[in-house]
């Protein structure tokens, strides 16, 4: 069996909501079909109070080992360095002092979420409370612990990044953890479990017909491209949202509004608005990943002028014109 | 006997401590703390109107949906009149959805598991509760969680994902739906509905909201081997009734708009025996025993400020402020909710032993049959073909509220815009109301109150998690 030991601090405990809406089987299946016991977890464990924090004294004393180290929520140091943004209950001790200590102890250390690996919302705008991730501040490397921080097992700190976290990027890195599959070279370059920061967003959004074509949406309920005026980060954003429905079968794309890149560091400050895409001279900035600009500006200008009618009247619509019947009256009109 | 501190508290949402002073095996003070602060409001300071609605929802992952809504409404202002009826009518579903999610994960992953503990071992229905509710093993995970994923096709058809969803815009909702998804909505609903029927409530929801009284429910239980029928059989003989028990102003909000100025559960203050209409305008928030600077206190949202003074006030103990309606301690959530609407089973109970942990509970699961249905009869109502979505112009400057009913109770947004900036941005979550420290004139919050005279023998008794836990407290949401 692996202990593993959830903790939370500055964030909203949506990774963990997102968590417990696993399913095929559920999350508690999941876990012990990986012969992994939770030795507490802050929103389903029994043990409350002291005999929460004898568990965390037990690891500390060496008479529990911790396999598995995971925290949500990003790491609040301020205000000037003291952590009394977060003093953990029933503690008198900042967090900050409680995760360092523990993550000495630790197999396996998981930041879930992008607020645990990066700093994420809570470190936006003016960072009031100083936040940051565990091993990363936005994307410069160097967290709370230092960046040469390795778990027992040699790895640094495993930044399952998302806002929220997919519920199957923390069930899969468990899974390869609990399978002895977990290596640095299944990491990306912010130390991201490749498995789901391979794809881009964009890979499997139904909207793609309309970005070939650049047929674009305009404003909310459109159905068309996002990209080119709804600050649609889809195209860049290292994520498999798209080819891994969200529980229950969406995804940002597909509920109509804008992908704002949530597994990267920094998302949180676009230094733009997030639901509007700037342009210079009528181009979007932020070109996706690995395009040569005068490539996309070529293939744009091709396929605006290429634009099947049925995808033109269904891009700024929000209901989808009928394939059969346009198809029909398109190869007329040719 | 001592001053003892409790905490952490889990199956709550976030992080909670308690500062009891225990004498002769009563509590007879109480300081309950909200131990982190992240800053939302200070964040919000500079940024672009609408980006609002990317951070807002960030501030809790277990009613995200409802901060998104609270925050359009703000964002809306005045031109809420000028929203679809479907753009209204997707709010209602993935509000409603959220709500009941929230509801039900409550009662088999937070509450109903304390019941589990050894302290009830000598207790005869021990044994089966302990096989249905232990946390983390119990049965009913089995049923909750396949069941709690289902119903989020909802959200996943109107909203993408869950939480944190950008769909719900100031004009409406940025998914439309078609006859053919609403077919797969009204499935999902019905399959939802049936999985309360046979597991939850062990009979109809009609059947369900027909008992109107305390002795009709207790009858009705006697009978009934259903989730909710075991744990209205454990209330009379654990004296649930008296556990936790206050009676404070009740305050809603009212929730499910039907049209611009009409809600499926109406808004509302019950006090002095007698429901009065809210005027939100006398929101006051206190700093005085709150962490947070103190330049400000007393005022109004609007007239507030958050800032994380140089130095920590010794006599402050929590990161949450103070909030009060015409100077009185509120309570708010599905209780209040349900008294202020006059739902006959909760008026009863209200009458016959105002809010207690009992109550709390059942008020609850009432709403979810209650809301249940409302679901349904939602997915009839769109019209499709129609518009979703009205874009509206925002003004480069303006004040404005945003009123909404989260499952925990009533939470508020309050913006000021200049340049099309944000100038202030002041939040009062449900749990701010229930879980505040005292205020600048020494009026205790509500949890405050309903733990002072509880009979304890230390702070690890399973009967201060009980109370705690009935007001499903969402401390992330409290302090934010």
Same mark, same amino acid.
């Given at each position: 069996m692996l202990n593993l030991l959830w903790l939370q601090s500055g964030g909203c405990g949506g990774c963990t909501m997102s968590l417990l809406s696993a399913s095929d089987p559920h999350?508690?299946?999941?876990l012990s079909n990986n012969n992994i016991n939770l030795l507490w977890h802050p929103s389903i464990s029994e043990e409350s109070s002291a005999q929460a924090i004898q568990i965390l004294n037990d690891i500390l004393d060496d008479k529990i080992k911790l396999d598995i180290l995971c925290l949500e929520g990003s790491l609040?140091?301020?205000?000037?360095?003291?952590?009394?943004?977060?003093? =953990?209950?029933?503690?008198?001790?900042?967090?900050?002092?409680?995760?360092?200590?523990?993550?000495?102890k630790s197999d396996y250390t998981l930041a879930v979420g992008s607020c645990a690996a990066y700093g994420g919302i809570t470190a936006a705008g003016g960072n009031p409370t100083d936040a940051c991730g565990l091993q990363y501040e936005g994307h410069m490397v160097g967290g709370l612990l230092s960046e040469k921080y390795r778990s027992k097992k040699n790895l640094p700190v495993v930044n399952i990044s998302g806002c929220p976290t997919h519920p199957d990027w923390v069930l899969i890195t468990l899974s390869m953890i609990a399978n002895d599959q977990l290596s640095i070279e299944d990491l990306d370059e912010y130390l991201r479990p490749k498995f789901f920061t391979q794809h881009l967003v964009h890979h499997g959004c139904d909207r793609n017909e309309y970005y070939e074509f650049?047929?674009?949406?305009?404003?909310?309920?459109?159905?068309?491209?996002?990209?080119?005026?709804?600050?649609?980060?889809?195209?860049?954003?290292?994520?498999?949202? !798209?080819?891994?429905?969200?529980?229950?079968?969406g995804s940002c794309t597909s509920g109509g509004f804008a992908?704002? !890149?949530?597994?990267?560091?920094?998302? %949180? %400050?676009?230094?733009?608005?997030? =639901?509007?895409?700037?342009?210079?001279?009528?181009i979007p900035v932020g070109l996706p990943l690995d395009m040569p600009k005068a490539w996309f500006i070529a293939l744009t200008t091709l396929a605006k002028s290429a634009t099947p009618k049925r995808l033109r009247d269904s891009a700024t619509s929000d209901t989808i014109s009928n394939i059969g019947n346009k198809l029909d009256k398109e190869s007329k009109d040719v | 006997m001592s001053n003892v501190i409790a905490g952490p508290f889990n199956r709550v949402e976030g992080d909670l401590e308690l500062k009891l002073d225990i004498q002769s095996n009563q509590i007879i003070d109480a300081k309950v703390t909200s131990p982190m602060y992240r800053g939302f409001e200070q964040i919000l300071v500079g940024k672009s109107a609408l980006d609002a609605l990317v951070y807002t929802p960030r501030i809790c992952g277990i009613c995200s949906i409802s901060q998104s809504i609270a925050c359009a409404y703000a964002l809306e202002n005045d031109q809420s009149i000028k929203v679809p009826h479907n753009g209204r009518i997707a709010t209602n579903l993935v509000l409603g959805t959220e709500n009941v999610l929230d509801h039900l994960t409550h009662f088999y992953l937070f509450f109903m598991p304390d019941f589990a503990k050894h302290e009830y071992e000598s207790k005869s229905w021990y044994a089966d509760i302990k096989h249905r509710f232990q946390a983390g093993k119990g049965e009913a995970l089995n049923d909750i969680l396949p069941a709690r994923t289902n119903l989020l096709k909802v959200v996943a058809l109107l909203a993408g994902k869950w939480p944190h969803t950008l769909s719900i815009q100031p004009g409406g909702s940025s998914k439309a739906v078609d006859k053919y998804e609403q077919i797969e909505l009204k499935n999902t609903i019905r399959q939802f509905k049936s999985f309360l029927e046979?597991?939850?409530f062990g009979t109809s929801l009609q059947k369900v909201l027909q008992i109107q009284t305390r002795s009709e429910l207790l009858g009705w239980a006697q009978n009934n081997q259903s989730d909710f029928a075991k744990f209205v059989q454990l209330i009379e003989e654990n004296e649930l009734e008296d556990l936790g028990k206050v009676d404070l102003t009740l305050m809603s909000y009212g929730n499910y708009y039907q049209s611009a100025e009409k809600t499926s559960f109406s808004s509302g203050v019950y006090q002095h025996n007698k429901l009065q209409l809210l005027d939100a305008s006398k929101i006051r928030e206190y700093t005085q025993y709150s962490y947070l600077d103190n330049t400000h206190s007393g005022k109004h949202p609007l007239q507030n400020s958050t800032e994380i003074p140089s130095s920590l006030d010794d006599k402050a103990y929590s990161w949450c402020k103070a909030p009060r309606l015409d100077d009185q301690v509120i %309570?708010?959530?599905a209780f209040a909710r349900q008294v202020i609407d006059r739902q006959p089973l909760i008026t009863d109970l209200h009458q016959y032993a105002k809010s207690n942990v009992a109550n709390r509970v059942i008020a609850r699961m009432i709403e979810?049959?209650?809301?249940?249905?409302?679901?349904?009869?939602?997915?009839?109502e769109f019209e499709t073909g129609n518009a979703f979505y009205q874009a509206l112009d925002l003004p480069d400057n303006f004040q404005s509220e945003g009123l909404i009913e989260a499952a925990r109770g009533s939470l508020g947004h309050w913006i000021e815009v200049k340049n099309g900036k944000i100038s202030n941005y002041q939040i009062v979550a449900p749990t701010t109301w229930n879980f505040s420290p005292m205020d600048d004139k020494q009026q205790k919050g509500a949890l405050e109150q309903a733990l002072i005279g509880t009979q304890a023998i230390d702070s690890q008794s399973v009967k201060i998690e009980h109370i705690v836990r009935s007001f499903d407290p969402c401390m992330v949401c409290t302090a934010h």
């Open positions: 999350l508690m299946k999941q609040l140091r301020g205000p000037n360095k003291t952590g009394l943004c977060h003093m =953990m209950a029933g503690t008198s001790t900042p967090f900050i002092d409680w995760i360092q200590k523990l993550a000495n650049k047929a674009s949406a305009s404003k909310p309920t459109d159905l068309g491209c996002m990209m080119e005026n709804m600050g649609c980060l889809g195209t860049q954003a290292q994520a498999d949202c !798209n080819i891994r429905p969200w529980p229950g079968g992908c704002i !890149n949530c597994t990267a560091p920094d998302f %949180e %400050e676009p230094k733009q608005t997030f =639901m509007k895409t700037p342009k210079i001279a009528g | 046979d597991i939850t %309570e708010v959530g979810v049959a209650r809301i249940a249905l409302l679901l349904e009869q939602w997915v009839d």
